[in-house]
């Protein structure tokens, strides 16, 4: 029997087709020449989970996701359909999660419960939320981003007023400022110099002197010890009396005094009686005129033979001029 062209190309192609669905097939990890036992999970959630994803217990893989289905018209879950490649017991209280890693493809992880009944092919799992590391980190990113946008609102705000602030007078009295707290500092470097700053000449000469004043600690150590000594000698002194003897003194002083200016005693007359002071005057006068005639005439008061006969001159009236006197 002859077979024709066209036949022998329609069986290549189908063979090319079957080869090409069972290699991709088994590159997926199915075996379709093995059955398969299916189970199923809700989840409200897929995320980024999609058909072929793993399915791991205790980070093993036993399974894939063999399809995703919406429960009803609603949306109110999704049905994964999980071909299970592994001959494994799973509890029926365990627990099914979708875990979305920083790198890679999500996967389906099923918690083990601890009861000692299993899934049987064609049972539900319970599901529940997984919060992924993406998860956390961003719930505690999301407060902070809050503040930092409030922050950059106050921040704007700041800004705004700032601006309203530095209008270009007060610029000028900022610039004038800082160049004022330059000025000032400069002037305060000048003054802190080591070598040349008015502050270090004080401290040398500060030093020069705390030096010279250790330098003569015994000579002041020998005037303070001679000071107590003058200051217990004067101590010892007997002040007191000697006050006392003053104060008597001035009162005896006083008692004189007071004598003096009264007119009863002699030295009151002598000093208060006009006419007596008069004719103490006209006596000392009197007196100077005879002593001065007693000079001129001597033989009219001693009458000896040998200065010859007696004097008859005129007798004196008033002094003689003593730088005519001989």
């Given at each position: 029997?002859?077979?024709?062209?066209?036949?022998?190309?329609?069986?290549?192609?189908?063979?090319?087709l079957?080869?090409l669905?069972?290699?991709?097939?088994?590159?997926?990890?199915?075996d379709?020449?093995?059955?398969?036992k299916?189970?199923?999970a809700?989840?409200?959630?897929?995320?980024?989970?999609?058909?072929?994803n793993?399915?791991?217990?205790?980070?093993?893989?036993?399974?894939?996701?063999?399809?995703?289905?919406?429960?009803?018209?609603?949306?109110?879950?999704?049905?994964?359909?999980?071909?299970?490649?592994q001959?494994?017991?799973?509890p029926?209280?365990?627990?099914a999660l979708?875990?979305?890693?920083?790198?890679?493809?999500?996967?389906i992880?099923?918690?083990?419960?601890s009861?000692?009944?299993?899934?049987?092919?064609?049972?539900?799992?319970t599901?529940?939320?997984?919060?992924?590391?993406?998860?956390?980190?961003?719930?505690?990113?999301?407060?902070?981003?809050?503040?930092?946008?409030?922050?950059?609102d106050?921040?704007?705000?700041?800004?705004?007023?700032?601006?309203?602030?530095?209008?270009?007078g007060?610029?000028?009295?900022i610039?004038?400022?800082?160049?004022?707290l330059?000025?000032?500092?400069?002037?305060?470097?000048a003054?802190?110099?080591n070598?040349?700053?008015?502050?270090?000449?004080?401290?040398?000469?500060?030093?020069?002197?705390?030096?010279?004043?250790?330098?003569?600690?015994?000579d002041?150590?020998a005037?303070?010890?001679?000071?107590?000594?003058?200051?217990?000698?004067?101590?010892?002194?007997?002040?007191?009396?000697?006050?006392?003897?003053?104060?008597n003194?001035?009162?005896?002083f006083k008692?004189v005094?007071?004598r003096?200016?009264?007119?009863?005693?002699?030295l009151?007359?002598?000093?208060?009686?006009?006419?007596?002071?008069?004719?103490?005057?006209?006596?000392?006068?009197s007196?100077?005129?005879l002593?001065?005639?007693?000079?001129?005439?001597?033989?009219?008061?001693?009458?000896?033979?040998?200065?010859?006969?007696?004097?008859?001159?005129?007798?004196?009236?008033?002094?003689?001029?003593?730088?005519?006197?001989?």
């Amino acid at each position: 029997m002859k077979i024709s062209n066209e036949t022998k190309v329609g069986v290549l192609t189908i063979s090319a087709l079957t080869v090409l669905i069972l290699g991709f097939n088994f590159l997926k990890g199915k075996d379709i020449f093995k059955k398969r036992k299916k189970i199923y999970a809700v989840f409200n959630d897929l995320g980024s989970l999609s058909k072929s994803n793993e399915v791991k217990i205790n980070g093993y893989v036993i399974g894939n996701v063999y399809a995703l289905d919406v429960k009803d018209k609603d949306m109110s879950g999704i049905v994964a359909t999980i071909n299970l490649t592994q001959e494994v017991n799973i509890p029926v209280d365990s627990k099914a999660l979708i875990s979305t890693p920083l790198v890679g493809a999500s996967y389906i992880v099923i918690e083990k419960g601890s009861s000692r009944k299993f899934l049987k092919p064609g049972d539900t799992l319970t599901t529940r939320v997984d919060v992924g590391i993406l998860d956390d980190v961003k719930a505690q990113l999301t407060p902070t981003l809050t503040k930092v946008r409030n922050s950059l609102d106050t921040l704007n705000t700041v800004l705004d007023n700032v601006n309203k602030v530095l209008n270009a007078g007060n610029r000028n009295n900022i610039e004038q400022t800082l160049a004022n707290l330059n000025k000032a500092s400069n002037a305060l470097n000048a003054l802190l110099d080591n070598q040349t700053g008015a502050l270090s000449k004080t401290l040398n000469n500060v030093q020069d002197i705390s030096e010279s004043l250790k330098s003569n600690t015994e000579d002041i150590k020998a005037t303070i010890g001679n000071a107590k000594k003058a200051s217990e000698k004067l101590a010892a002194l007997e002040i007191q009396p000697a006050i006392d003897n003053l104060n008597n003194t001035i009162n005896q002083f006083k008692s004189v005094l007071a004598r003096l200016e009264k007119k009863d005693g002699t030295l009151g007359a002598l000093l208060n009686d006009k006419s007596l002071y008069n004719n103490l005057k006209n006596v000392t006068l009197s007196l100077e005129i005879l002593l001065d005639d007693l000079r001129t005439h001597p033989k009219r008061y001693v009458n000896l033979s040998i200065f010859g006969r007696k004097d008859k001159g005129g007798a004196l009236t008033s002094p003689l001029p003593k730088d005519t006197t001989k």
